[in-house]
């Protein structure tokens, strides 16, 4: 079963997403939240993206506009509710802070 990964901090300045992508298994759920959003700018986005599809990295909307933070067409733009949703649909849900 799926575990979705709330990854709140950039990794500019933290190992929060590194940490998230040693442990991340092909049938995870990636969702980029608050400062977490810089991460789009990441090179560990690409890293990710090879252990999971990117139909499975996502990142809160107004978040992302908050921070002015260009979205790729390939990452999917979701709402506070959609997030609820997820976090029924998985087995675990780990916040990365």
């Known amino acids: 079963m799926a575990t979705l990964h709330l990854v709140r901090k950039s990794a500019f300045n933290s190992q929060e997403l590194l940490q998230c992508c040693q442990v991340l298994t092909s049938l ?11 991460n789009l700018n990441h090179d560990l986005l ?4 090879e252990i999971i599809s990117v139909k499975h990295i996502k990142v809160i909307k107004h978040h992302a506009a908050a921070r002015g933070q260009y ?16 976090t029924f649909e998985t087995e675990n849900v780990i916040t990365w802070q």
Not at 46 to 49: L, R, S, Y
Not at 75 to 86: A, G, K, P, Q, T
């Open 71 to 86: 979205v790729p067409k390939d990452i999917e733009r979701i709402s506070m509710s959609d997030l609820v949703s997820l």
């Open 46 to 49: 690409a890293d990710i993206k």
């Open 28 to 38: 995870d759920i990636l969702i980029l939240i608050d400062d977490g959003c810089y």
